[in-house]
Nanobody
């Protein structure tokens, strides 16, 4: 099993920045990919960014390209999401996710990001 805990959410003005962190514990040696998802009120949960174990493979949703950057440490115990130029439509609960070599998916409990003036 893998336990994921997010932090770093909060209230920020439009145009501002936040850095989300997610710490992983447990069977982190089996993690093959890490990702950030978000769920806004009334909308489905969507993938925001993802990164492979080697960090060579990265994915970004079109809506966040050039504004958000995903990164992680070498042993997969932490993954980050740097969010710049935030907009009101980025308001959502942001969830950390990982996929393991045992074909299991794990989720954190989420951290709330609110972009408002």
């Amino acid at each position: 099993q893998v336990r994921l805990v997010e932090s770093g959410g909060g209230l920020v003005q439009p145009g501002g920045s936040l850095r989300l962190s997610c710490t992983a514990s447990g069977e982190t040696n089996r993690i093959e990919a890490l990702a950030w998802y978000r769920e806004a009120p009334g909308r489905k949960r969507e993938m925001v960014a993802a990164i492979s174990d080697s960090s060579t493979g990265q994915f970004y949703a079109d809506s966040v390209k050039s504004r958000f950057t995903i990164s992680k440490n070498n042993d997969n115990t932490a993954v980050y999401l740097q969010m710049n130029n935030l907009r009101p439509d980025d308001t959502a609960i942001y969830y950390c996710n990982c996929a393991t070599s045992a074909n299991r998916n794990y989720w954190g409990k989420g951290t709330l990001v609110t972009v408002s003036s």
